[in-house]
Nanobody, 125 residues
Framework: QLQLVESGGGLVQAGGSLRLSCAASGFTLDYYGIGWFRQAPGKEREGVSCISSSGGGTNYADSVKGRFTISRDNAKNTVYLQMNSLKPEDTAIYYC??????????????????WGQGTQVTVSS
């Protein structure tokens, strides 16, 4: 069974940091672009960051550039999202998804075939 599991969310004060993990089971992440998306209450889901299957390409939404860093450890079959200088507007459920490099880089949800269940990130002011 193909499965992605996110972890690392929680409650943090503004200016703090969290590291999210996205672990895969049932398949290897090596061949997939992995994206992080988030959805805040009352808002549409948005793409946050993407890392290509090779790990050589990364993308960030303008709102998180310079604060978030995506990385992957294929040996551990895991992708990470290091989030620094968190702001209250970063509060959302964060999801990871696996798909093509094309879909990932463009944050095309319909092209991302596997999704995790999400992890809540709450940033207090």
């Amino acid at each position: 069974q193909l499965q992605l599991v996110e972890s690392g969310g929680g409650l943090v004060q503004a200016g703090g940091s969290l590291r999210l993990s996205c672990a895969a089971s049932g398949f290897t992440l090596d061949y997939y672009g992995i994206g992080w998306f988030r959805q805040a209450p009352g808002k549409e889901r948005e793409g946050v960051s993407c890392i290509s299957s090779s790990g050589g390409g990364t993308n960030y939404a303008d709102s998180v550039k310079g604060r978030f860093t995506i990385s992957r450890d294929n040996a551990k079959n895991t992708v990470y999202l290091q989030m620094n200088s968190l702001k209250p507007e970063d509060t959302a459920i964060y999801y990871c998804a696996a798909g093509s490099d094309y879909g990932c880089s463009r944050y095309e949800s319909d092209l991302m075939g596997s999704w995790g269940q999400g992890t809540q990130v709450t940033v207090s002011s």
